[in-house]
Antibody, heavy 117, light 112 residues
C-alpha cells in the first residue's frame, strides 16, 4: 500500500534551516510528484510547492521563493523540503502528499516544527 | 493567485440528515478538456487531511458514496447525503488549476 513516512518533530531557532524528509513506498516514485503543504497552529492548509518525482522539476509558491528548496532522491524514493531563515510564523505542521495532476491522494503523517528562541 | 472562499464556515449537523458546503473560486477552474481542477479534502481531528473528491466530482478511492461533488467553473458544492458521526472535521476545497494551488478557509462540521 502507498505510504509516505515523514521525519520527526523539530525545534529550531529563528534564522536556522529546516529539512523535512518524506520517504515513499508502495508505488513507483518517479511516476508521481510530491506536494508540500503546511498548517500553522489552529489555521488552515497552505500549499508550499510541488516537485516532480520524475525529473525534479519544481514549482514553489511565491511567498516561499528564495527560502525553500524541494529535492528528491530517487534511489531511496525520498522527497525533501528545506526551508531556510526560519521565523516564528514558520511554526507549523508540514505535510508531504503524493500528487496526481495537483490532487493529493496520499498524505504523510505530518512533521511538527516549532520555531522559537 | 486564485482566491477560494467557502460557506458556511461552521456547519452543525444532525446524524442521518444531509449537509452541503459551497466553494467558490475567483477564476474559472475549468480547463479546455472540460475538467474542473477542484478537490475536496476532509481533515478529521488530529489527522492528516484526506482526499474526498478530485476533479470536481470524482470520489477518491475508498470514499463512501454518501459524499458527492458537483459544480463547474467557479461554483462548486460538496454534499453529504446522510451525515454520520465519523464525518466531523474540517472540510477544505482546493484549486489545482494553476499554481500556486490554493485552499479555501475550511468549513468546520460538527454534530449538533
Amino acid at each position: 500500500q502507498v505510504q509516505l513516512v515523514q521525519s520527526g518533530t523539530e525545534v529550531k531557532k529563528p534564522g536556522a534551516s529546516l529539512k523535512v524528509s518524506c520517504k515513499a513506498s508502495g508505488y513507483i516514485f518517479t511516476s508521481y510528484g510530491i506536494n508540500w503543504v503546511r498548517q500553522a497552529p489552529g489555521q488552515g492548509l497552505e500549499w508550499m510547492g510541488w516537485i516532480s518525482g520524475f525529473n525534479g522539476n519544481t514549482h514553489y509558491a511565491q511567498r516561499f521563493q528564495g527560502r525553500v528548496t524541494m529535492t528528491t532522491d530517487t534511489s531511496t524514493s525520498t522527497a525533501y523540503m528545506e526551508l531556510r531563515n526560519l521565523r516564528s510564523d514558520d511554526t507549523a505542521v508540514y505535510y508531504c502528499a503524493r500528487a496526481t495532476a495537483g490532487s493529493s491522494e496520499y498524505w504523510g503523517q505530518g512533521t511538527r516544527v516549532t520555531v522559537s528562541s | 493567485d486564485i482566491v477560494m472562499t467557502q460557506s458556511p464556515l461552521y456547519l452543525p449537523v444532525t446524524p442521518g440528515e444531509p449537509a452541503s458546503i459551497s466553494c467558490r473560486s475567483s477564476q474559472s477552474l475549468l480547463d479546455s478538456r472540460g475538467y474542473n481542477h477542484l478537490d475536496w479534502y476532509l481533515q478529521k481531528p488530529g489527522q492528516s487531511p484526506q482526499l474526498l473528491i478530485y476533479l470536481g466530482s470524482n470520489r477518491a478511492s475508498g470514499v463512501p458514496d454518501r459524499f458527492s461533488g458537483s459544480g463547474s467553473g467557479t461554483d462548486f458544492t460538496l454534499k453529504i447525503s446522510r451525515v454520520e458521526a465519523e464525518d466531523v472535521g474540517v472540510y477544505y476545497c482546493m484549486q489545482a488549476a494553476q499554481p500556486p494551488f490554493t485552499f479555501g478557509p475550511g468549513t468546520k462540521v460538527d454534530i449538533k
